[in-house]
C-alpha cells in the first residue's frame, strides 16, 4: 500500500504514476509496471496518446536504483514495492508466458 512506501519509493510509484495520468487519464493503467521497465530495456516509446520519454526512463532508472526495487499493483494491496532482484525474476516469466504485456 502506499503509506507502507518510503517516500523514495513513492516517489518512484508516483512518477510511473504520473506517466500513466499523462498517457491514458488513467492512475495506473494496467500492466503499467511492465510496460515501463520495457520502455527502460528498449527505450523510449509511444503509450497511449503520449510519449514515455527518455527523461522519464532516466528518472525512473535513477529512482529504482536509488530505492533498490520497482513499484508493482497489487490487486489486493495497491502500490507496492518489489526489490530489483524478484521484480526482474517476475518480469522475465510474465513476459515468457505473455509477450502482450507491453503492447
Not at 49 to 63: C, F, M, N, R, V
Request: hydrophobic share 40%; aromatic share 12%; net charge negative.
Amino acid at each position: 500500500m502506499l503509506q507502507d512506501l518510503t517516500p523514495q519509493q513513492k516517489h518512484l510509484a508516483d512518477t510511473m504514476s504520473d506517466i500513466s495520468e499523462r498517457c491514458y487519464y488513467a492512475g495506473w493503467m494496467l500492466h503499467l509496471e511492465y510496460v515501463l521497465w520495457n520502455a527502460i530495456e528498449t527505450g523510449p516509446r509511444p503509450y497511449g496518446h503520449g510519449e514515455i520519454t527518455e527523461a522519464d526512463i532516466k528518472l525512473l532508472t535513477s529512482l529504482a536504483e536509488l530505492t533498490g526495487c520497482w513499484i508493482i499493483f497489487h490487486d489486493e494491496f495497491d502500490e507496492m514495492a518489489i526489490d530489483l532482484p524478484s521484480w526482474r525474476a517476475v518480469y522475465q516469466a510474465e513476459i515468457a508466458r505473455d509477450s502482450t504485456l507491453f503492447g
